[in-house]
T-cell receptor, first 116, second 112 residues
Framework: AQKITQTQPGMFVQEKEAVTLDCTYD???????LFWYKQPSSGEMIFLIY??????QNATEGRYSLNFQKARKSANLVISASQLGDSAMYFC?????????????FGAGTQVVVTP | EAQVTQNPRYLITVTGKKLTVTCSQN?????MSWYRQDPGLGLRQIYY???????DKGDVPEGYKVSRKEKRNFPLILESPSPNQTSLYFC???????????FGPGTRLTVL
């Protein structure tokens, strides 16, 4: 069963605007971690941000923030003040700690195109 | 420089010819993992290792083997490659805290 769902296959955003990428997850494990990665057209995978299920505050890293709504099982990525270099594929991923510590599952990704 | 390296970066081979993709990390990470990426499917985990001599299956292990004899290396072995294993492969590593995972540059494999 798909545990990570990214419902937006692609989106356009104007430079300097904020963009929210949706991610919902499915788990019964009380302890888990959520990740966001960026994959530019060059192909490398770049770690952006991490949120633990017990973290009290939403994670932030520079222009990236994670809108973590535990009850809704959602972990949306917010990119503020988009730049042309933000054009990339973005992946949400989850690790369940208790049952399968080493497994990491990814969503299908959202393609973001930033326009001038 | 902290990094995960993979070799080769590109490989074209034929069905049934055994191959190995190497992965090495210089960060003394306990955890290493292999993924394959296919269009529309995101990344799917093949195998992972939590330490030397400890490996476990991910979601798509069929047709692959791994070994972890040294902490820094985690090779992926395809004993009899088939065309459905044509894909982009990533190796990754992480410390035991697992709040960040470093990826290698990827290996694009084509099996004819």
């Amino acid at each position: 069963a798909q545990k990570i769902t990214q419902t937006q296959p692609g989106m356009f955003v104007q430079e300097k605007e904020a963009v929210t990428l949706d991610c919902t997850y499915d788990t019964s494990d009380p302890s888990y971690g959520l990740f966001w990665y960026k994959q530019p057209s060059s192909g490398e995978m770049i770690f952006l941000i991490y949120q633990g299920s017990y973290d009290q505050q939403n994670a932030t890293e520079g222009r990236y923030s994670l809108n973590f709504q535990k009850a809704r099982k959602s972990a949306n990525l917010v990119i503020s003040a988009s730049q042309l270099g933000d054009s990339a594929m973005y992946f949400c991923a989850m690790r369940e700690v208790t049952d399968s510590w080493g497994k990491l599952q990814f969503g299908a990704g959202t393609q973001v195109v930033v326009t001038p | 420089e902290a990094q995960v390296t993979q070799n080769p970066r590109y490989l074209i081979t034929v069905t049934g010819k055994k191959l190995t993709v190497t992965c090495s990390q210089n960060m003394n990470h306990e955890y290493m993992s292999w993924y394959r990426q296919d269009p529309g499917l995101g990344l799917r985990q093949i195998y992972y290792s939590m330490n030397v001599e400890v490996t476990d299956k991910g979601d798509v292990p069929e047709g692959y083997k791994v070994s972890r004899k040294e902490k820094r290396n985690f090779p992926l072995i395809l004993e009899s490659p088939s065309p459905n294993q044509t894909s982009l492969y990533f190796c990754a590593s992480s410390s035991i805290r697992f709040n960040e995972q470093f990826f290698g540059p990827g290996t694009r494999l084509t099996v004819l």
